[in-house]
């Protein structure tokens, strides 16, 4: 079975930094596609980073040049480096993961595997 649990969420003030981890367990597979996502209080769940297996990544425009999102295969771990927070940042984070390639798929319907979230929270 296939357990996807973050960690490294946090409060921080706006400008700050913060690293989440993403382990994932129990694949007999390397998932193709890893995503994190993010839901504000009142808000849809929306993309923000996507990583291919062969490494290419894609941003959404709200965190682009500020987030990297990241993998390290050998420990099975996915990363989102987050840089220059801002409070519009501040929302539960998602890792999410698939055995298909990344090509086109961004929305929460493209992922079968799930994490429980880590919530980040940046103030003024």
């Known amino acids: 079975q296939v357990q996807l649990v973050e960690s490294g969420g946090g409060s921080v003030q706006s400008g700050g930094s913060l690293r989440l981890s993403c382990v994932v367990y129990g694949h007999t597979y390397s998932m193709s596609c890893m995503a994190w996502f993010r839901q504000a209080p009142g808000k849809e769940r929306e993309g923000v980073a996507t990583?291919?297996?062969?490494?290419?990544?894609n941003y959404a425009n709200s965190v682009k040049d500020r987030f990297i999102i990241s993998q390290d295969n050998a420990k099975n771990t996915l990363y989102l480096q987050m840089n220059s927070l801002k409070p519009e940042d501040t929302a539960m984070y998602y890792c999410?993961?698939?055995?298909?390639?990344?090509?086109?798929?961004?929305?929460?319907?493209?992922?079968?595997?799930w994490g429980q979230g880590t919530q980040v929270t940046v103030s003024s």
């Open positions: 999410a993961a698939d055995y298909q390639r990344c090509y086109r798929r961004d929305k929460t319907t493209d992922f079968a595997y």
């Open positions: 990583i291919d297996s062969d490494g290419s990544t």
